[in-house]
């Protein structure tokens, strides 16, 4: 099993930054991606930004691209996952869930692990 718990959510106003991070324990000797998806209100989830987590490799979805830059640090016991956002916009309010994925595509579309989800709002 694979524990993950998401931090960093909040209130911003749009054009101002945050940083989430996301401590990742347990079995990550299975995992080989990691990555944010979020959930807007009345919206399904979707996919914002993925990293392979041994090559680097990374993967954003288009209406990121350019503001959000996604990284990890690896440790022996624990490990983080971090997406800094930049230039927020209003639309960027969501639930944003971190997912760790027993395949190497940063485009994570077998994620089997999920943590709780931190809420971000960005004020207009």
């Known amino acids: 099993q694979v524990q993950l718990v998401e931090s960093g959510g909040g209130l911003a106003r749009a054009g101002g930054s945050l940083r989430l991070s996301c401590a990742a324990s347990?079995?990550?000797?299975?995992?080989?991606?990691m990555g944010w998806f979020r959930q807007a209100p009345g919206k399904e989830r979707e996919f914002v930004a993925g990293?392979?987590?041994?090559?680097?490799?990374?993967?954003?979805a288009e209406f990121v691209k350019g503001r959000f830059i996604i990284s990890r640090v690896k440790g022996s016991v624990e490990s983080t996952l971090y997406l800094q956002m930049s230039s927020l916009k209003p639309e960027d309010t969501a639930v944003y869930y971190c997912?760790?994925?027993?395949?190497?595509?940063?485009?994570?579309?077998?994620?089997?692990?999920w943590g709780q989800g931190t809420q971000v709002t960005v004020s207009s």
């Open positions: 347990g079995s990550m000797w299975d995992i080989n991606a």
């Open positions: 990293i392979n987590w041994h090559g680097l490799a990374t993967s954003y």
């Open positions: 997912a760790a994925d027993p395949s190497p595509s940063p485009e994570m579309r077998r994620s089997e692990y």
